[in-house]
């Protein structure tokens, strides 16, 4: 496995990465509530997470010129 030459840009900037770790945390409060609910647990997390996951994979195929932009533009910029 080899990482791209921009990992870093791409790892804060695409919205494809943000849907992801908006899913992964869905999935873990669908856990969470799971454990600490004494009732029947609600689907919401799961069709959430199920959502996120699914515009992740969109986004991952959609250009996102505007979100790279910046870093193209000034690419010697430190944070």
Same mark, same amino acid.
């Given at each position: 496995?080899? $990482?791209?030459?921009?990992? *870093?840009? &791409? $790892?804060?900037? @695409?919205?494809?990465?943000? $849907?992801?770790?908006? +899913? =992964?945390? /869905?999935?873990?409060? !669908? &856990?969470?509530?799971?454990?600490?609910?004494? +009732?029947?647990?609600?689907?919401?997390?799961?069709? %959430? +997470? %199920? /959502? *996120? +996951? $699914? @515009? @992740? =994979?969109? =986004?991952? &195929?959609?250009?996102?010129?505007?979100?790279?932009?910046? !870093?193209? =533009?000034?690419?010697?910029? %430190? !944070?």
């Amino acid at each position: 496995m080899k $990482l791209l030459d921009d990992w *870093t840009v &791409i $790892l804060r900037r @695409a919205w494809s990465v943000r $849907l992801a770790l908006l +899913s =992964a945390v /869905l999935g873990a409060v !669908e &856990i969470g509530v799971q454990f600490l609910a004494a +009732s029947q647990p609600t689907p919401y997390f799961a069709i %959430a +997470s %199920a /959502l *996120t +996951s $699914l @515009a @992740a =994979a969109i =986004a991952r &195929i959609v250009a996102q010129p505007k979100a790279f932009q910046h !870093e193209q =533009a000034d690419p010697d910029r %430190a !944070e």
